[in-house]
């Protein structure tokens, strides 16, 4: 079964998916996928901060970074038993964006990438859990480049989210119940 969490900066999202996860984990532990980079001191600041919360809980944590090939990494992962938490679509999808930013055909490449994760989700066998945010109810950004960026995170997170059974949105620390497992039947 796999889960979207969405919800806007700072929304309690991740607290959230943690608990969740930690809820339906057999054996108390779970694996942990975390997608940011650290391109500078306080993005490392945050991360090392990550780390120890997840480190310091009474839940165990087994921590895999990727950035980039989180579709591959997921397909590994299927199968395997783990309840599985990646935190966050949003950052991965950056990196993928940043990744081809210089090209001329980027927003497909980017299309292309989110439509091989879209297969891994739907194909993933076990519990997953999809921490994303929430871009679109914010700005239009100044930039064609930000622009890209959120019409791609609108488009991945509807696509996702109609691959998972269950879609929660989080807004100040309180998770809604937007699609549930009986909506399917």
């Avoid at 108390?28 to 809980?57: C, P, S, W």
């Avoid at 996702?160 to 269950?166: F, K, M, N, V």
């Amino acid at each position: 079964m796999s889960i979207l969490v969405t919800g806007g900066a700072r929304s309690g999202k991740s607290g959230f998916a943690e608990r969740l996860t930690a809820k339906l984990a057999p054996a108390g532990q779970a694996v942990y996928v975390a997608t940011g980079q650290a391109f500078d001191e306080e993005m490392k600041a945050r991360i090392a901060l990550h780390r120890q919360q997840r480190e310091a809980g009474a839940f165990r944590w087994e921590t895999l970074e990727e950035p980039l090939e989180l579709a591959a990494l997921l397909e590994r992962l299927s199968g395997s038993g783990q309840t599985v938490l990646v935190d966050c679509l949003t950052l991965w999808l950056s990196n993928r964006l940043l990744a081809v930013e210089e090209h001329s055909d980027r927003q497909q490449r980017a299309e292309a990438e989110i439509a091989v994760l879209e297969r891994s989700v739907e194909g993933f066998e076990g519990t997953l859990i999809l921490v994303t945010n929430e871009v679109g109810d914010s700005i239009v950004p100044e930039y064609a480049l930000g622009r890209l960026y959120r019409d791609l995170a609108g488009r991945m997170n509807a696509r996702l989210a109609a691959r998972c059974g269950q879609v929660f949105l989080v807004t100040a620390g309180i998770p809604v119940e937007l699609k549930s497992r009986e909506y399917l039947l």
